[in-house]
């Protein structure tokens, strides 16, 4: 053995594996983060364009997510940084009925888990995004305590308040593998070293299931590519993250969405069709031309906005689009948080205090019955519809 014993071993210093960290340390363990590439957020963290929201139809979603919009809205306070949140809402204008159909019919669901959301007219919509297209425009629904975060600035900070509280950082370590004794995990291997501890949490993200083959674990989570991007800075002039849920141009994209961020910059993502299953992060040739069409359909004004560029991230999915935390029955001391199924930066936080009272032998932060709608166990059919993914 190599180094000091842990309570807890985390692997991933990402979307996840950083709040995990930090709410484990708050609770006064040992901790180690083991990261195979060279800084925190690295991974798909660094790929999320910083929306955050609570307004699903996911009943988990909905609790970790509101959740994690309390610790980004009083980050500040409780730790020092600025992290460029802003709350501004999300926007969903519609204009089609069957959409208006869909939203309408999930916000009893969204009112009943407490989510301040409701359906508005076209000229409230109008208003929240000044300049779209009004042709058609039925109205939507907005939910004023939504907001923005920077994905890297969030990152950092956390990092930053994991150290001051006694977490270990290892970067460029990839896991080769475990340790058991007595059907305990208690060890971790990496290509440097092995470090010794009783509790493990896999926070690994798109690599998920070859980590989890080490084991023994099938963990069902496989990665595809989504591509965004971000404009040079212009004046504010726009408050909510806005999806629109509209089929896009050429039948290649679904839902769309984008937001003004803290320091002025456009930040868009749209999700491709078909999809691109895999690890393949090189940006297409496609994407800015269709994404630009679309964009410029539904808010003309931002015709002359100029691009400054454009990545490719990945979203570790699940067979039914759910995802994955709870402790390991096969192998005692090991936790999974993966499956984020593109919403790990919204769910992060949330997911860092859930992952921290499973460690503490407390009760769920969330409801037994969404508790187990993400469990490892449960029986993974066909994707749900997530009318808000």
Known sequence: MTGAAWDVVVVGAGSAGLPAALAVAERGMRVLVLEELTAPGQGQHKAAIGGVRATHSDPAKILLCRDSLRTFASWKEAYGDDIGWKMGGYCFPVYTDAIERTLRGILPAQKAAGLEIDWVGPEEIARLVPGIAREGLRGGTFSPGDGQVSPLLFANSCERAAKRRGVEFRYGEAVVGFE???????AVRTSTGTYATGHVVLAAGAHARPVGRMLGLDVPVVPDAHEGGITAPVEQFLGPLVVDLRPGPEGKTANFYFGQNAEGQIIFCYTPKPLFVGEDRESTSEFLPILARRMVSLIPRLRHLLVRRVWRGLYPMTPDGVIIVDRVREVEGVILAVGMCGQGFMLGPGVGRLVGALLAG?????????????SFYRSFGAAKTEALK
């Open 180 to 186: 058991t004794a007595g059907g305990r995990v208690s």
């Open 362 to 374: 407390e009760p769920p932060t969330i409801s037994a019955e969404a508790f187990s709608s993400i």
